[in-house]
């Protein structure tokens, strides 16, 4: 039997456990409070801002939203970026990616605090992932091994395949499964033989942004199936990078999308501005 | 016909490049120093280090060594790191691992300022690195890319199979293999399956450090092999991690121990040495 993975209900039991952490922290005068920044008018980053805001606010974080105009120059930008960062009552701060071509994205990232960087993006932060001496994780893998946790699937000496090399997923979700004793390969568009180096798989994690891209033909009997793609299908339908219907079949566990690794990430985030909170408050566990 | 790499000679070759630049750079008068700090008296550290500054010699590079008793407190050694930070005569500070039990390599390591870190250890290095937008790159990592390039051995596409998990060598050779477009496999103690894997490698790194530890069966004819293991065999002569007798009858190319990686890592430090005066004195190019 294969098992759909309900992110958006594992989401769901984490946020209520961080709602706790917020009342607590309420209680010792410390008001929670994120910067979500949006530069131009990318429509699929209105709608990941606006998850963002809302699911601040389920938990009672506060947080403020500035939109500004894609034409922006970088030097205005670096001004909000740093007044965010002086600002005590801003716990984390977050750039909406991906940026209009202007501006640099590194450059941006490197803006923020270190201490403010929710997405975990920055060299500091990335460093720490890999030396496996963090405060944050960046949010999509650190969701993709909530997910695994939460469902008791074991990744020592596990087979994990990612596919996809990017700063944001590829790199720190094999970075973070190997911490986690999981024997890591990373493929992407160079990659030879991808089918049989999917077929090895235990664990098959797709971060590539193209619908159908990992059909039944390159997954084995039992493998779990973490989906991080977010397409759209020839009707226009959200959906991943895995032809679902086929590899469910095949799947001791897969993540849907949407309703799976979405929502874990906006967890995480919610996780890691409580976690930046306490780091500035000298609170070491709440 | 088996290659067998000559590091020694490749790292001559890139060290007589290097004091090319450090005359250049003397004649801007910028005058290159090396400070390296080692702490209580491990025989094979005493060795390293002793290597490091003869080659700094080698190519006109200054070298400051200094020795500190294994007993001296994380504050004292703090104290010299930041003197040395705070020099401006200094390019370079590397500090010989492993430390003295009770002293934090992580907390060392972060003293010891980003823009002198030749090493590249450091979390924020550590994570450019793996950004993919780095100044300097670890040592040892540096000399495998550079043998391979050396060597005109392609990585693009290439099955990259790498054993050991060290932030020092796994990590980071993984991470800058990955960057050069090969298909990457990270294995350690908690692999299933090595030998199948290690057989599937277009091109295998072994940095296990164990004598021994690679042998026929676990690599295909025509592979690459660079052992960066440093060991003792039963006899007490200096080895690698790899079978070499019989495990180069197979190989297209193969490195020794010693004479392989080891002076590689070494020609990569002056390098770094050499990029760090330029960053400090604002040189683009020398």
């Not at 309900?6 to 409070?33: C, H, P, R, T, W």
Request: net charge positive; glycine share 6%; proline share 3%.
């Amino acid at each position: 039997m294969t098992k759909y993975i309900d992110g958006k209900k594992i989401a769901a039991e984490i946020k209520a456990e961080l709602a706790v952490k917020v009342k607590l922290l309420k209680q010792k005068n410390i008001f929670l409070s994120l910067a979500v920044i949006l530069v131009g008018d990318n429509s699929a980053s209105k709608i990941y801002i606006k998850k963002k805001s809302e699911a601040c606010q389920e938990i009672g974080v506060n947080s403020e939203t500035y939109v500004l105009k894609s034409d922006i120059s970088i030097e205005k930008l670096n001004a909000l970026i740093n007044h965010l960062n002086d600002r005590k009552d801003i716990n984390g701060i977050l750039v909406q990616l991906p940026l209009p071509k202007h501006i640099s994205e590194n450059q941006v990232i490197e803006m923020i605090s270190a201490e403010k960087d929710v997405d975990a993006f920055c060299a500091v932060n990335t460093g720490k992932l890999m030396i496996g001496n963090y405060k944050f994780l960046p949010c999509t893998p650190a969701g993709i091994i909530e997910i695994l946790r939460h469902e008791k699937i074991e990744i020592s000496g596990k087979r994990c395949v990612i596919v996809g090399r990017s700063n944001i997923v590829g790199k720190p979700t094999a970075m973070l499964l190997l911490q986690n004793d999981g024997t890591i390969t990373v493929c992407h568009r160079k990659t030879k033989n991808l089918k049989e180096i999917c077929l090895n798989a235990d664990i098959l994690i797709s971060a590539v942004g193209q619908a159908g891209f990992i059909n039944k033909d390159m997954v084995k009997k039992g493998v779990v199936v973490i989906d991080v793609g977010i397409n759209r299908d020839s009707n226009g339908k959200l959906c991943g990078d895995v032809c679902f219907e086929q590899v469910a079949k095949l799947a001791s566990h897969i993540t849907p999308v949407p309703g799976g690794v979405g929502p874990m990430t906006i967890a995480m985030l919610l996780k890691n501005t409580i976690k930046a909170a306490c780091l500035q408050n000298q609170i070491l566990r709440v």
